[in-house]
């Protein structure tokens, strides 16, 4: 029973409007799905992705009125961003630079980390990101619609950054409960430790956390600009159940099965705090728009469909 990768991660941004411009405007990704949150649906929760909506590229957004992020230990400190190749990375570095405005403070240089060519940035409200070399590893799916050109365009998640004040806790569940392993250390410029890389399945930037422990830092404090939580890839429903028994096996607090309708989940957290999700890799987000329709209109899973007006009357107008 393996986990194959990084499903989804969501993050959470107090300005939609502004989050909508810079995904899709100035990164170029797809808005897959315009939908609300499924526990709150004042709010809305936007998915970004590759063309095809295919699952471990999408990144998205709640959209909550919150106070900025505290950044610290016990969180998920930086979100990857996969491309191909150092020439992609020339072209990021450029395309960033000149929208200073939209981008925040910091636009980093192109570096070598782990053995491949990275680019540390943020976007207006301070969300971390990386953009990381893959070589091409895999397959990709442009839209043909994106500013950005499809050979430089984002191809998915991978790797993501974990800081934790007790890195034995949490190793224990990444490889005793959740049957990651351990693959290799490294040296971080902006760490302050050594970052400690877990893998699944197959293992590669879209299979791998980076796991840096801090134990004297403060612990952080979720808000906008931050991560919320980060979903791991199950292939079907059989393993998926699996999961559900497994965590229950070993009582392990859990969510139990929740049907959001483009996927199944199961959420749970690691011993040092953060959310962790499991989620299988369909139906997927066709399933309630045409495939060349994706995020035109506003989207409800079945059972909030007889909601509709209501919900649509509570929701600012992103555009």
């Given at each position: 029973?393996?986990?194959t ?29 315009k939908?609300?949150?499924q526990?709150d649906?004042?709010?809305?929760h936007?998915f970004y ?12 957004f ?8 505290r950044?610290?230990t016990n969180?998920?400190s ?7 190749g150092?020439?992609s990375?020339?072209f990021?570095?450029?395309?960033l630079k ?15 980390v782990?053995?491949?060519?990275t680019l540390?940035?943020e ?8 953009l990381?070399d893959?070589?091409?590893a ?11 050109p499809?050979?430089?365009?984002i ?5 993501i ?8 806790r949490?190793?224990?569940?990444l490889?005793e409960?959740?049957?990651?392993r351990?693959?290799?250390d490294y ?7 050594q970052?400690?890389?877990f893998a699944m ?8 956390l980076?796991v840096?422990?801090?134990k004297?830092l403060p612990?952080?404090r979720?808000?906008?600009?931050g991560?919320?939580h980060v979903?791991?890839?199950t ?6 159940h699996?999961w559900t028994?497994r965590?229950?096996?070993?009582r392990?607090a ?9 996927f199944r ?6 011993p040092n ?10 139906p997927?987000?066709?399933s ?10 506003l989207?409800?899973?079945p ?13 600012k107008?992103?555009?």
């Open positions: 029973m393996q986990l990768g990084i499903h989804h991660l969501t993050a959470i941004s107090s300005k939609p409007r502004d989050n909508l411009k810079f995904y899709t405007g100035l990164l170029g990704m797809r808005l897959v799905k939908t609300v949150n526990d649906v004042s709010a809305y936007l992705a590759d063309g095809k909506a295919n699952p471990g590229t999408d990144l998205t709640f959209d909550f009125p919150a106070a900025p992020e950044r610290g969180s998920i930086r979100t990857g961003l996969r491309v191909a150092e020439a990375l020339t990021w570095h450029a395309r000149e929208a200073a405005g939209l981008v925040g403070s910091h636009v980093g240089d192109i570096t070598e782990d053995g491949r060519l540390p940035f976007d207006g409200e301070g969300q971390r990101l990386v990381a893959d070589g091409g895999g397959p990709s799916s442009p839209w043909d619609r994106s500013s950005v499809s050979e430089h365009q191809r998915g998640l991978g790797p950054v974990l800081n934790v004040a007790d890195l034995a949490t190793e224990r569940v490889t409960v959740m049957n990651m351990r693959v290799r040296a971080a410029p902006d760490a302050p430790a970052v400690h890389v399945g197959e293992g590669g930037l879209a299979a791998e980076h840096i422990e801090g004297d612990h952080a979720q808000g906008a600009g991560v919320h979903a791991f890839r292939p079907d429903e059989v393993q998926y699996a028994a965590l229950n096996e070993l392990i859990n969510s139990g099965e929740v049907d959001r309708f483009y989940s199961l959420y749970f957290r690691e705090g953060i959310l962790f999700e499991i989620a299988t890799d369909g997927g987000f066709a309630d728009e045409p495939m060349d329709k994706l995020g035109e209109k989207a409800l899973p059972f909030l469909e007889p909601r509709r007006a209501q919900i649509e009357a509570g929701l107008p992103l555009e």
